[in-house]
């Protein structure tokens, strides 16, 4: 009878181990969705959340970290996050950091980039392979060598009238300088 007892106690034990093992995976899958439930709203706001916030999400309470580009933005991040099916709580950890890049803003400078390139391509006489365009925030830095002062004054020329550049930094060297 006693192993009986032991054989039905072991096995309820081992049946309330088993319910706590499923609840904490339910919970940790239902956190997980609930992360990326504000990932993607977060992504409504702004695009750019998408690398610079980051969304952990425990028992209803999300905790937010990361930077916005402004107090404004900062609030959208934890209105939006609030607004998600199944947090019951948002922690703000986000920082302002108004200088802050994001996606769009690298999207937006390699466009210039390639632009800037194939418009100095489109100059005759031009070795575009000679010449390498930078952008950040719309500032073009040209840097390479050409073979003429006059080959340099054109590509300084075409650089500036590209849509979107707002000032050029000249890095382009004569041959034998």
């Given at each position: 009878?006693l192993a009986i007892l032991l054989l039905a106690s072991t096995a309820a034990c081992s049946q309330s181990a088993q319910t706590k093992v499923?609840?904490?995976?339910?919970?940790?899958?239902?956190?997980?969705?609930?992360?990326?439930?504000?990932?993607?709203?977060?992504?409504?706001?702004?695009?750019?959340?998408?690398?610079?916030?980051?969304?952990?999400?425990?028992?209803?309470?999300?905790?937010?970290?990361?930077?916005?580009?402004?107090?404004?933005?900062?609030?959208?991040?934890?209105?939006?996050?609030?607004?998600?099916?199944?947090?019951?709580?948002?922690?703000?950890?986000?920082?302002v950091n108004p200088r802050m890049r994001g996606i769009r803003g690298q999207a937006d400078d390699a466009a210039?980039?390639?632009?800037?390139?194939?418009?100095?391509?489109?100059?005759?006489?031009?070795?575009?392979?000679?010449?390498?365009?930078?952008?950040?925030?719309?500032?073009?830095?040209?840097?390479?060598?050409?073979?003429?002062?006059?080959?340099?004054?054109?590509?300084?020329?075409?650089?500036?009238?590209?849509?979107?550049?707002?000032?050029?930094?000249?890095?382009?060297?004569?041959?034998?300088?």
């Amino acid at each position: 009878m006693l192993a009986i007892l032991l054989l039905a106690s072991t096995a309820a034990c081992s049946q309330s181990a088993q319910t706590k093992v499923q609840n904490a995976a339910q919970a940790g899958a239902s956190d997980a969705y609930v992360a990326l439930a504000v990932k993607a709203k977060l992504a409504g706001v702004d695009v750019n959340s998408a690398t610079a916030v980051h969304a952990a999400a425990k028992t209803g309470t999300v905790t937010l970290t990361g930077e916005a580009s402004s107090q404004a933005e900062r609030r959208a991040y934890v209105a939006a996050a609030g607004s998600v099916d199944g947090v019951a709580s948002v922690v703000d950890r986000l920082s302002v950091n108004p200088r802050m890049r994001g996606i769009r803003g690298q999207a937006d400078d390699a466009a210039i980039a390639a632009k800037v390139a194939a418009a100095v391509a489109g100059q005759a006489g031009v070795n575009v392979f000679q010449i390498k365009p930078t952008v950040r925030d719309g500032v073009v830095t040209l840097s390479g060598t050409v073979a003429t002062r006059q080959i340099k004054e054109t590509i300084l020329s075409t650089a500036r009238n590209v849509p979107g550049v707002t000032s050029v930094v000249d890095r382009i060297r004569l041959q034998g300088s």
